[in-house]
């Protein structure tokens, strides 16, 4: 991933990007059991304090799992595609148990939607704050994941849309920064390739909304939304 400076105000990053506290740590951003080694260069890292950078490991094992059973079809430990996963399961034989029973006849499985949009929400919250320097304080106004194989052609072209921006990034952050200018000079935004066929992510800055799009493991497709109505 190639490295942006942030020229941004440093009292930015006096909180954490998850929760806002004081914060002791940084935190990747996304966390690495999404990604494959060898590992790309300059992952994101964002502020990040004890309880949030310890808190999400539970559920960022389970996000991984689940997307990986899912995207193979099967909880067969040995008929999945990753190490680091079989691993995980081998290891945590209670959550190799849960996933098992979230199969059902059909092969569809049934995840555990808070679990599941935790990591979200902390991947959206991370991204949105390492491109454009500022926290978000305030929950979403909108959640939506799917598996990109399930898109109607209408979602597809609203999720791959590039936006228009209508309101300038922070000063000297990464979202300033990595500004594309169309053909007729408008300012828009760009998708941010961390690791092909493995996680990109799309932030766009607007006056009246802030959207996060994430693309995992080339199967889930995710979109946050925060709006000025919060």
């Known amino acids: 991933?190639?490295?942006?400076?942030?020229?941004?105000?440093?009292?930015?990053?006096?909180?954490?990007?998850?929760?806002?506290?004081y914060p002791e740590n940084?935190?990747?951003?996304?966390?690495?059991?999404?990604?494959?080694?060898?590992?790309?260069?300059?992952?994101?890292?964002?502020?990040?304090?004890?309880?949030?950078?310890?808190?999400?490991?539970?559920?960022?094992?389970?996000?991984?799992?689940?997307?990986?059973?899912a995207s193979c079809g099967t909880y067969n430990i040995e008929e999945l595609n990753r190490e680091p996963i079989k691993k995980a399961l081998r290891r945590n034989h209670k959550l190799h148990e849960r996933i098992k029973l979230a199969f059902d006849n059909e092969?569809?499985?049934?995840?555990?939607?808070?679990?599941?949009?935790?990591?979200l929400l902390k991947c959206a919250f991370g991204h949105l704050k390492f491109e454009n320097s500022e926290t978000e304080f305030f929950k979403p106004a909108h959640i939506w994941y799917k598996p990109a194989h399930t898109m109607t052609e209408e979602e597809e072209r609203i999720f791959f849309t590039i936006a228009e921006m209508t309101k300038a990034p922070e000063i000297g952050?990464?979202?300033?920064?990595?500004?594309?200018?169309?053909?007729?000079?408008?300012?828009?935004?760009?998708?941010?390739?961390?690791?092909?066929?493995?996680?990109?992510?799309?932030?766009?800055?607007?006056?009246?909304?802030?959207?996060?799009?994430?693309?995992?493991?080339?199967?889930?497709?995710?979109?946050?939304?925060?709006?000025?109505?919060?």
């Not at 950078?53 to 389970?62: I, K, P, R």
């Not at 092969?107 to 990591?119: A, K, P």
């Open 173 to 230: 952050s990464r979202a300033m920064q990595r500004l594309c200018i169309s053909e007729d000079v408008t300012p828009i935004e760009s998708w941010i390739n961390i690791q092909d066929g493995t996680y990109s992510y799309f932030v766009s800055i607007s006056m009246d909304i802030k959207i996060v799009r994430m693309i995992i493991r080339n199967y889930l497709v995710c979109e946050i939304a925060w709006t000025d109505d919060k």
């Open 107 to 119: 092969g569809g499985l049934r995840i555990e939607s808070e679990r599941f949009e935790n990591v």
């Open 26 to 69: 940084r935190d990747h951003v996304p966390s690495k059991i999404l990604l494959d080694k060898p590992y790309p260069e300059n992952l994101p890292v964002v502020p990040s304090c004890i309880t949030c950078n310890n808190g999400f490991s539970l559920d960022e094992e389970y996000f991984a799992c689940v997307i990986e059973c």
């Open 1 to 21: 991933m190639r490295q942006v400076k942030t020229f941004s105000d440093s009292r930015l990053d006096t909180q954490c990007a998850f929760c806002g506290s």
